[in-house]
């Protein structure tokens, strides 16, 4: 009897252990609020936001994005104070105060410096007001009012004092785009995040409420403008039925500060029978155009303009017709320019006839028609001369067009990079982008950033992770890039480590125990990824059409670049791409300082050893160890880095909600699998080529190659 009292007393303690922790634990969360959480604050936390929110103040009527300013405060301080605070026009102590000069005349006289902010910056100042003390968010405009807001809630969310705020901020870069590549049936090319966010058939009579919220989302981070549709565009997007839809896109995210612009198919009006050609010289073409720009901006009066994709990856274009890109990017532009919209022309081109390193077409074609775009034509070239792998050396346009615009591309959404299953953070992959120094100018450090800063007409466009998934982006953490791409295309000299710490203690808490080990996590991912995958400068090796996992031993498709062997040209003797003076000559691409640099295996900078050189498997890298040796090293290493990470995780599970603990935990851990599959298969694949031994202690593979080739994957999403 004595022993069953026990047995139940011990029984009801565990239970009551268990009841104990799971209340501990935070409330399940699915992700949909990103980083605009708001969840309750208490004890000194909640007294200290208090008394720096006592009330609203904004005097006038306000516009939308006055009103979209003031009631995301609202919203915020209801959800962290439990009410929502005053409204008013009068400053009293602790309020937060709104003002624009249009909004509040006395701000001009105050020697704030507007005049610096521009149009889209903001100042967040802690100062008296009219005797009070009070926190001052001014702008030149209502915009920049709402991105002050958002700044200071970011300033709040990530535990920064508020009682002596000064910051100032104003965007580095004009255009800070998403580029969506959404098809009109709701398929997402390269999307890992379930179907397209617009719903096409629905619109324009049915307007989600997702699409507010994408637009707060976007203006959060300064985002301020969207390419609605796929670049491989479909010719019905300018009929008038869509020219609506996307008018209703556009009254959604106008309040935010998004423009709305759409990709074109360089042929619509041949597709669609109202010409009898594309050919841009053709004057009936140019008069299409013209009169369906007019007819878009009747509908969208703040139309941002067109992005193209032409005579690339079998896309039309003016080269059909013998004209030059110019030619053709021009034509859209005149169409453009009595609205002052703008033309994004893609640099991403390679063609079938072009036998040469695919690595040199796009500089190969562009540079040579520098000086010769309209002035509202940019180019949009992306990071890298191949395509969005986990690591490329920058492209060598960046810098080379001194007479053109250009602006830059990256992927937000990870075709190459373990779509939404594998963790890997990109704003470690921008920083690494922007802070490339191009040796192209009179400066000592020409960085991309610093180039793309000085272009006439500035951008980034980030190719969307977003989709219908409730978590917006497929996973907790590629929230995480979609976060850094908008706060890099702000400020592109701005650290990933401190947007991955902002990110962290928004996304899911400020505590160092909590954000820390995230902070951790991301800044790690990303060289786990490439060591996995592509190691010293590898490339392409990913899975025919779809990208997912190892393929490195394909060598059948049609067109030469499309076959990994052609990018690692491994065989009994070495490995890697020669684009010396002896092979392709990429490398006289760049500047001469970086020409210099990469000509020599001992100047190239490791990561990108076998992007330029190909050597022999007995070559002595620094460390002292063989290529083949350190190859096989790199590879277990990204596993091993990806088992840290999954490490790192699994101690946060007290600290997180079940629900998004569960979902990354879960992915993590095929992550680690598939990490572990990419290493055995590229190593089984290697050395079957350099039929070296591995070095002392390593595993062998545990399968036969036969049976990494066998595997396929008919279903794998994103093909569009
Ligand atoms: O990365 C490649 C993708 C294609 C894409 C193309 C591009 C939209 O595999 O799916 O097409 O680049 O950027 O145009």
Known sequence: MKAMYRWLWAALLAMALVATQANARAADEDGYDLWLRYRPLTGAAQ????????????????????????????????????????????????????ATPASMPALSGMDLKLDALGAEGYLLRSMRLQGRRVTLIAANTDIGLLYGAFAWLRAQDSGAPLANLDQRSAPALQLRLLNH?????????????????????????????????????????????????????????????????????????????????????????????????????????????????????????DFGGFLVKANSEGQPGPQDYHRSHADGANMLAAALAPHGGVVMWRAFVYAD??????????????????????????????????????REPVHPLFGAMPRTSLMMEVQITKEYLGFATHIAYLGSLYEEVLRSDTHTGPNANDSVAQVLAGQRISGMAGVSNIGSARNWSGSHFDQANWYAYGRLAWDPQASARAIAQEWAAQTFSPDARVAGPIVDMLMMSREAVVDYMTPLGLHHLMGTGHHYGPAPWVADLKRPEWNPVYYHRADHDGIGFDRGASGSDAIAQYAPELARQYADPRTTPEKYLLWFHHLPWTYRMPSGRTLWDELVLRYDSGVAQTRAMQARWSALKPLIDAERYDDVAARLAVQVEEAQWWRDASIAYFQSKSQLPLPPGVKPPPLPLDAYKARSFPFAPGRG
């Open 47 to 98: 007294a200290a936001l208090r008394a720096h929110a006592s009330a609203l103040v904004y005097s006038g009527q306000p516009s939308p994005t006055a009103a979209a300013a003031l009631a995301e405060l609202r919203r915020a301080l209801a959800g962290m104070l439990g009410q929502a605070p005053a409204t008013g026009a009068v400053a009293q102590d602790g309020a937060l105060v709104l």
């Open 353 to 390: 006839d072009k036998p040469t390193d695919r690595a040199k077409q796009a500089y190969d074609q562009f540079k040579p028609e520098d000086g010769h775009f309209a002035s509202n034509v940019v180019v949009q070239v992306k990071n890298g001369p191949i395509d969005f792998q986990p």
């Open 181 to 301: 590549w959404d098809n009109l049936d709701r398929s997402v090319e390269r999307g890992y995040a379930g179907q397209s966010i617009w719903n096409w058939w629905e619109l324009p009579g049915i307007r989600a409420r997702r699409y507010t919220d994408y637009a707060r989302a976007n203006a959060s981070i300064g985002i301020n403008g969207t390419v609605l549709n796929n670049v491989n565009a479909a010719p019905e997007m300018l009929s008038p039925a869509y020219i609506a839809k996307s008018a209703a896109l556009a009254a959604a995210l106008r309040p935010y500060g998004i423009k709305v612009y759409l990709s074109v198919r360089f042929s619509t009006p041949l597709e669609l029978g109202a010409t009898k050609s594309a050919d841009p010289l053709d004057p009936a073409v140019a008069a299409w155009w013209r009169a369906k720009a007019d007819e878009i901006y009747r509908a969208i009066p």
